[in-house]
């Protein structure tokens, strides 16, 4: 029986689709296939029909149209209706089964968003939205077993544009919101698709809608991703856009990620608006509309935010990382009576109520190209919108690798511990819902610390509103972190300084008297959030 629960990425199915002298590939055309096949049987199941509709789409990765072609040949003698989409978004796939033209009954998106060309996955979708963790385990047991619909009549294969349909629907929407049926006329807009799937936002949306999209680059689908990676939260990404805005004389730039459910933008003056200021975005253009509302963010996000969505007249949620998590929690608060029409996560993963709870970079865009033009009927510019929100001081972003095959248990330790902390060193944050949160007064900052669930990392966050506060912080971790045998905290030294590792502080000097004698604590629900899977030299998004 074959083993695919390795490939379980949270909700979604990702790994090593392509072979390099250290690793052999571990997404294979047969894993593939079983899944797929697993999962037609499994909508088969669910709706009781014989005959299920299935849409079928991919990003531009390299593996991605052998991996569809593949999928469609095992499905073609099962008695199906296929729907072969192409190269198209992974919201897209979910609006497949939406759409009344369509109302796919299942939906598969070959992609594996950010993540480097040899990594590939499949996102599994129904009407519902994208298939949870529990639901996928059902998916991969069947995949395991073999089993797969029976041979029983050819598949009716139909490849359809849906993204023309898509297009379509997210033109309507600008022009309705601004009330002008060329709405960008006069207006210089760059978008950087990463040589991802997303690059039909310029060429099939923006132009159309009369936007001189000359300022644009990258693209053309490139499953190699020559120019930069395909992530809005990469610095590398972010600067080649910003670059190009101030070069051209943009009066916006937009990015992508390779599957486009994720974006950012970059203001006129050259302002990166991804992460925290993305999400004072959000709830900027939100919170008029959903006064007192809350909104849904994951763990790893400022105390400036906080009170940006506060003075705007809402109430922030910080949960569990992960954009499947923030979105389920949005949902739940609203089945509760609670309005909560955002749910987004600092990565870039932004869902409104309004659109299916869906993580979906192109509608933002849509709703952020909305408001700014017209903010500039006004005179206004975008920057307007996030005016107020407070960046602290100094930062601080770093990650360690556990190098223990026990490294599940050694996290546990690590954050059991730092929540044993007395108060005297620590206050523990009281609305975390991962790891550790803790603010350090003399530092008039606090830090995040957590794990992975998936894979043998230890993220570590740290914001001070004074001068060296960071730095103080790192050399309280260090003092705590160095003395646990199986981590590799190489990268925290480095932050500090070769010279600075040394306890300089009272709260460094009080650390080691201070956890000699910690009891160990239950924290079998600290850390069961549904990570997304970090894969060597990549290091946004864990």
Same mark, same amino acid.
């Given at each position: ?25 571990? *997404? ?70 939406? @759409? ?24 599994? @979708?129904?009407?519902?939205?994208g298939v949870n963790s529990e639901q ?14 029976? %041979? ?53 949306? *923006? ?26 939260e990469n610095k590398e990404a972010m ?60 763990? %790893? ?175 309280? *971790? ?5 003395? @646990? ?58």
């Amino acid at each position: 029986m074959e083993s695919y629960g390795k490939l379980k990425s949270g909700t979604d199915i990702r790994g090593r689709a392509i072979a390099s002298d250290t690793a052999p590939a571990i *997404l294979t055309e047969k894993a593939v296939v079983d899944l797929a096949c697993a999962f037609a049987l499994w909508i088969s199941r669910r709706t009781d029909s014989a005959r299920c509709r299935l849409a079928i789409g991919r990003d531009s990765r390299i593996t991605g149209a052998a991996f569809q072609i593949a999928i469609i040949n095992a499905l073609r003698y099962a008695g199906l209706e296929i729907y072969d989409c192409g190269m198209f978004s992974t919201p897209a796939a979910f609006l497949t089964t939406q @759409f009344p033209s369509m109302k796919a009954d299942g939906s598969i998106m070959i992609t594996a968003s950010h993540h480097p060309s040899d990594i590939n996955g499949l996102k599994f @979708f129904t009407p519902d939205g994208g298939v949870n963790s529990e639901q996928l385990c059902e998916i991969i047991a069947l995949a395991e077993k073999g089993e797969k619909l029976p %041979v029983t009549a050819t598949s009716a294969v139909v490849r359809r544009d849906f993204l023309r349909l898509y297009c379509d629907a997210i033109s309507d929407m600008m022009r309705k919101g601004t009330g002008l049926f060329m709405p960008f006329r006069g207006m210089k807009i760059a978008v950087d698709a990463g040589h991802g799937a997303g690059g039909f936002f310029a060429t099939r949306i *923006l132009k159309p809608l009369g936007a001189d999209i000359s300022p644009s680059q990258f693209l053309e689908p490139d499953g190699t991703f020559p120019a930069h990676p395909p992530n809005p939260e990469n610095k590398e990404a972010m600067e080649s856009l910003k670059n190009r805005v101030l070069d051209t004389g943009a009066d916006i730039g937009i990015i992508f990620d390779a599957d486009a459910d994720r974006c950012a933008v970059v203001a006129s003056d050259g302002t990166e608006i991804n992460r925290c200021a993305l999400i004072a975005l959000a709830s900027a253009m939100i919170l008029p509309e959903h006064e007192g509302a809350t909104v849904v963010t994951d763990s %790893v996000t400022t105390e400036g935010l906080r009170k940006f969505i506060e003075a705007h007249g809402g109430v922030q949620k910080r949960f569990k990382r992960g954009y499947r998590n923030v979105i389920d929690e949005a949902k739940r608060l609203c089945a509760m009576g609670v309005d909560a029409p955002l749910a987004i996560e600092s990565s870039g993963h932004v869902a409104f109520s309004e659109h299916y709870f869906l993580d979906d970079g192109a509608y933002f865009i849509a709703k952020i190209l909305v408001a700014f033009a017209n903010l500039r009927k006004r005179g206004g510019k975008l920057t307007d919108l996030i005016e107020g929100l407070e960046s602290p001081a100094e930062e601080g972003d770093i990650r360690l690798s556990f190098v223990t095959d026990g490294w599940r248990e050694l996290a546990d330790k690590i954050t059991s511990r730092l929540n044993g902390l007395s108060e005297r060193l620590l206050k523990l944050s009281s609305d975390n819902y991962e790891g550790v949160r803790a603010y350090v007064s003399h530092a008039d900052g606090y830090f995040i610390v957590r794990t992975s669930v998936h894979d043998p990392v230890l993220p570590i966050y740290i914001e001070s509103n004074k001068t060296g506060g960071v730095k103080s912080i790192a050399r309280f *971790l260090y003092s705590f972190l160095n003395g @646990f045998e199986g981590l590799d905290c190489t990268p925290l030294a480095e932050f500090i300084g070769d010279d600075e590792v040394a306890p300089e502080d009272e709260l460094d000097a009080s650390v080691s008297d201070e956890t000699n004698d910690i009891p160990e604590t239950d924290l079998s629900d600290a850390t069961d959030a549904d990570d997304e899977t970090v894969y060597p030299n990549n290091e946004e998004n864990n």
